[in-house]
C-alpha cells in the first residue's frame, strides 16, 4: 500500500517536485512505516555508534589515531560479517581478508563517521571494478525498497534509487582519476562536500598485499533527490534514535569482473536494494570521561 502510493506521487513529479520531500515528511504517520516500530535485522542485535565529543571531532586525513577513544565494543569486525553470495554463509577468513569498523557521530555536525580497516592478500583495483565497501544508510529506519523499482518506468526508477535510503559504493581504493565512491542512484553530490568528506591511508600498488585505513564522513537523508539537495531533506539525528545501517565488502581478487567474496553485516543479500535487511543501529549519548582526562 505505501510503496504504490509512492509511486503515485511520483507520477505527478513534474507538478510536485519542489514540494515532495516536505510531502513526504508530512504525510508520514498516515502512509508510511514508522521508523520507532519498523524492525530491521538482525533480530535482537544492535550496533552501538560512538558520539564524539564537539571538541574531539575527528580529522578526516585518513589517521585512525582520532579514534583511539572509541570502546572496544564498538568495533565490528570481520566475524560480524557472512558471505552470502559466495560462500553461502561463510565466515570470513582473516587470513584471506579482515576487516574492522568504527561508526560514530555527531549531534554539532549531524554528521555519521567511519573508520574502516582492511587487511587484504591482494587489493584489486582498477578502471571499471575493485574492491569496495558498500555502505547503507536508512536514517529514518523506515525500511522498504531503495533500489529496483522495475514496476515503473525506467526513467521514474532512476529518479527513485537511494532516494529513501543511499547506498554508496566506496572503492578500496579507487583507480587513478576514479572518483573516490559512486552512490546507486543519481545523487552523486552525496560523495561531495560539504556533505562528505574522505581520506585514504595505505602504501601497496595494485593486486599487492597491505593494510588500508579509510575515514569518511557522509550526511544522512530522508529523501535525497536527483535534483540536488536543494530538493532534498536531511536527516536530524538524536541521542538514543536507532537508524538502518549496514556495508558490504565486495572482494575482487584475481578477477576483475567477479567479486570472490559478498560479505555483509546484515546476513542478507538484498540489503543492497531493501532498507527493511539494514541492521539497527543505535546512536549513543556520550561517553563518561576516562580516567585521569
Do not use: C
Not at 116 to 144: L, T
Amino acid at each position: 500500500m505505501a510503496a504504490n502510493r509512492l509511486m503515485g506521487i511520483y507520477s505527478m513529479r513534474n507538478a510536485l517536485w519542489v514540494l515532495l520531500p516536505i510531502t513526504l515528511i508530512l504525510l508520514r504517520p498516515a502512509w508510511l512505516p514508522s521508523g520507532r516500530t519498523f524492525a530491521h535485522v538482525r533480530e535482537g542485535v544492535t550496533y552501538k555508534i560512538y558520539q564524539f565529543p564537539p571538541d574531539q571531532l575527528p580529522t578526516i586525513d585518513g589517521d585512525p589515531s582520532d579514534w583511539e577513544m572509541v570502546p572496544a565494543d564498538h568495533v565490528i569486525d570481520g566475524s560480524h560479517l557472512r558471505d552470502t553470495v559466495m560462500g553461502k554463509g561463510e565466515k570470513m577468513d582473516p587470513k584471506d581478508l579482515a576487516v574492522e569498523v568504527k561508526v560514530a557521530w555527531s549531534p554539532k555536525t549531524n554528521r555519521l563517521y567511519f573508520l574502516y580497516k582492511v587487511s587484504d592478500d591482494m587489493f584489486n583495483f582498477n578502471r571499471s571494478r575493485g574492491d569496495i565497501f558498500e555502505v547503507v544508510v536508512d536514517a529514518d529506519h523506515s525500511g522498504g525498497r531503495y533500489h529496483s523499482f522495475e514496476d515503473v518506468d525506467p526513467e521514474t526508477e532512476a529518479q527513485l534509487k537511494s532516494t529513501m535510503a543511499q547506498n554508496y559504493h566506496i572503492y578500496t581504493p579507487p583507480a587513478k582519476g576514479k572518483a573516490w565512491a559512486w552512490v546507486w542512484g543519481s545523487q552523486q553530490w552525496l560523495i561531495e562536500k560539504p556533505w562528505a568528506q574522505h581520506a585514504f591511508n595505505y602504501d601497496f600498488g595494485y593486486k599487492e598485499a597491505g593494510v588500508l585505513y579509510l575515514e569518511f564522513a557522509i550526511t544522512p537523508f530522508n529523501y535525497a533527490s536527483f535534483r540536488g539537495p536543494e530538493y532534498s531533506a536531511r536527516h536530524k539525528m538524536e541521542e538514543g534514535e536507532t537508524i538502518g545501517l549496514s556495508w558490504s565488502v565486495l572482494d575482487y581478487d584475481e578477477r576483475d569482473d567477479r567479486y570472490e567474496g559478498f560479505w555483509n553485516l546484515s546476513h542478507h543479500t538484498k540489503m543492497d536494494s531493501t532498507a527493511s535487511l539494514l541492521a539497527n543501529f543505535k546512536l549513543m549519548p556520550l561517553a563518561a570521561p576516562r580516567h585521569g582526562k
